[in-house]
């Protein structure tokens, strides 16, 4: 009798640890997706000046987090007002990054050469980064305030140009 009873307990006990070990299983295979109001995730990379940034070196400032890649169409077609846009806002606070998931670096250079964008580059070949985020579509981009809170995340290209998108980042910047 005691034995069975032992043996109940047992039973109870594994199936327990079984569902934990799932739930576990389940909540590690979910995806992370940064949204707004979310806190960015930290990062460092080195950029194509030689220099290792981390988001943390852009308190104060309004950080566009822009991830893109030279195979990317809409990427590229999104670049010049991306460009544009830091020359417009690079005395108010705002600075652009820009993290290329190419894996390319002969590719990524050569593009980068011939465009000659005005706001910093970095490659993350292996999308570490990106995948911190929960980015998967290209071109992303994360408004990253001076606290470090995601307050706007665009999927996909924008002109950055437009009337409105400088209305919207010049009432973050006085905010």
């Known amino acids: 009798m005691a034995a069975v ?16 070990l799932t739930c ?9 997706v940064v949204v707004a109001g979310d806190t960015a995730p930290q990062f460092s990379i080195a950029t194509d000046a030689g220099r290792t ?12 987090l ?8 809409p990427c590229l077609e999104e670049l ?11 005395d108010s606070g705002v600075v652009v990054l820009g993290v290329s998931v190419d894996q390319n670096l002969r590719s990524y250079r050569g593009f980068l050469a011939k465009t000659k964008v005005a706001f910093q580059t970095a490659r993350d070949p292996e999308g ?16 990253i305030d001076s606290q470090g809170v995601v307050v706007e995340k665009i999927v996909g290209a924008v002109n950055w140009t437009d009337a409105g998108m400088i209305a919207r980042v010049k009432r973050l ?3």
């Open 5 to 20: 009873k032992t043996d109940r307990i047992l039973q109870g006990l594994i199936a327990a640890t079984l569902v934990a």
């Open 24 to 32: 576990v299983v389940i909540d590690t295979m979910r995806e992370k």
């Open 53 to 64: 940034l981390t988001r943390s070196d852009f308190g104060g400032k309004l950080l566009v």
């Open 66 to 73: 822009n991830f893109w890649a030279t195979w990317c169409p």
């Open 80 to 90: 010049p007002s991306l460009d544009e846009f830091q020359k417009t806002f690079a």
């Open 128 to 143: 570490k980064i990106a995948a911190d985020y929960g980015t998967f579509k290209y071109p992303e981009t994360y408004i």
């Open 173 to 175: 910047i006085s905010s």
